[in-house]
């Protein structure tokens, strides 16, 4: 797939899936802005190193996607938007009624209403483009539920809802919109889950890994951030044109269960 004069943004990628994302869409040449909301040398130097490996224009643009107006101004500062990817994301466990407030603010503003302000700030420069694909990043999570995860569950599953509205509001257009679901990819977020887990099941770190994480994942092996990267750009691709409101699962089976 060649998507080179294609400008990606990827909410949330100096890390992880994000960032998975945004090298896999510069390698089929598009030029990508990076996002997170810390403005350290590190993340300008990631957008750098993309740049040079694949020859395209990478940037990295701070906007803190709990903030509307932010994730608005992202898409305004990038200056056009052929893709978007809303990926940012952040997750607590708890009971639901011991589950804090901001955590639950934090959790629905980033990981579900980010996606709302930055779908309406780039679907009039996908019109005035004449192409345009949004590529949601739920979750397992957006289509089953799991114990201690009532924030992160009711976002991913209105991202999912959210993905198929504004596939029949662009249906008669060259725009898609799609959710892809992971499973389990072990990334800096899954990671910082797996202490609070063990407390909850009291279990040990790899009881926790294989009897909890894995255990509705039949693959037992964890999804990869280029795997993710590579859905993406096949969600990209004249091949995906008429995909639009669905959900792909990347997720070793889990749903199938
Ligand atoms: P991660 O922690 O590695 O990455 C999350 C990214 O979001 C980081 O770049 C972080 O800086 C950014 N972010 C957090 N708060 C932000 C904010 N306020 N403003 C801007 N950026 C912010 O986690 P990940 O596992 O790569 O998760 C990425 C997405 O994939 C999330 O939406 C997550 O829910 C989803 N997901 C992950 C898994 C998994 O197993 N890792 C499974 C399913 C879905």
């Given at each position: 797939m060649n998507l080179s004069g294609k400008t990606a943004i990827i909410t949330g990628?100096?890390?992880?899936i994000g960032l998975g994302v945004a090298r896999e869409l510069a390698k089929a040449g598009a030029d990508v802005v990076l996002n997170s909301f810390t403005d350290r040398e590190e993340d300008h130097a990631l957008a750098a190193e993309i740049a040079q490996e694949t020859g395209t224009k990478a940037r990295y643009i701070k906007a803190d996607m709990s903030v509307g107006g932010e994730c608005r101004a992202l898409i305004e500062k990038a200056g056009a938007c052929d893709i978007l990817v809303n990926n940012a994301g952040i997750q607590h466990v708890a009971p639901i009624d011991q589950f804090p407030v901001d955590k639950w603010d934090a959790i629905i503003a980033i990981n579900m209403n980010s996606a709302y302000h930055t779908m309406a700030a780039a679907l009039p420069m996908m019109r005035a483009a004449g192409w345009g694909r949004i590529v949601n990043i739920a979750s397992a999570h957006g289509l089953t539920a799991s114990p201690y995860k009532a924030a992160y569950i009711a976002a991913k599953h209105g991202v999912v809802g959210m993905t198929k509205t504004v596939a029949l509001e662009t249906a008669q257009e060259p725009i898609t919109c799609n959710a892809i679901c992971p499973g389990y990819v072990l990334t800096p977020l899954v990671e910082a889950q797996i202490p609070d887990t063990m407390k909850e099941y009291d279990m040990s770190r790899e009881d926790v890994i294989k009897n909890v994480m894995l255990e509705r994942q039949p693959s037992k092996e964890f999804a990869t951030v280029e795997q993710l990267g590579g859905t993406t750009v096949f969600l990209c691709s004249d091949a995906a044109?008429?995909?639009?409101g669905t959900t792909i699962s990347v997720d070793g089976g889990w749903t199938a269960l």
């Open positions: 990628s100096n890390s992880g044109a008429q995909i639009t």
